[in-house]
């Protein structure tokens, strides 16, 4: 079993960075999958970026492609996600997700963490 913790949520101004974090428990991590998502208000969880459990392979949603980017360290249980160049419709709660597919659908993770707010003014 993962326990997932994210960290590093806030508020920013249009066209700022940031960085989050997700810590994960338990010493099977690196076997993992990783997600992130995120769900703005009134509106279904989407899918923004994965990495494969050795963290050899990435892919981000066409909504966040060149903006956002995904990493992992497995010696460290985290998983990060750099957000640049942020824009309001970036503003969501951010989780991170632990499966065993490489798969965008959030259905097919099996952990979660419980989220971290960005909020991005224009």
């Known amino acids: 079993q993962v326990q997932l913790v994210e960290s590093g949520g806030g508020l920013v101004q249009a066209g700022g960075s940031l960085r989050l974090s997700c810590a994960a428990s338990?010493?099977?991590?690196?076997?993992?999958?990783m997600g992130w998502f995120r769900q703005a208000p009134g509106k279904e969880r989407e899918f923004v970026a994965r990495?494969?459990?050795?963290?050899?392979?990435?892919s981000h949603a066409n909504s966040v492609k060149g903006r956002f980017t995904i990493s992992r360290d497995n010696a460290k249980n985290t998983v990060d996600l750099q957000m640049n160049s942020l824009k309001p419709e970036d503003t969501a709660v951010y989780y991170c997700?632990?499966?065993?597919?490489?798969?965008?659908?959030?259905?097919?993770?099996?952990?979660w963490g419980q989220g971290t707010q960005v909020t991005v003014s224009s």
């Open positions: 997700a632990a499966g065993q597919y490489y798969t965008s659908s959030d259905a097919r993770y099996d952990y």
């Open positions: 338990g010493r099977t991590f690196s076997s993992y999958v």
């Open positions: 990495i494969t459990s050795g963290g050899g392979g990435t």
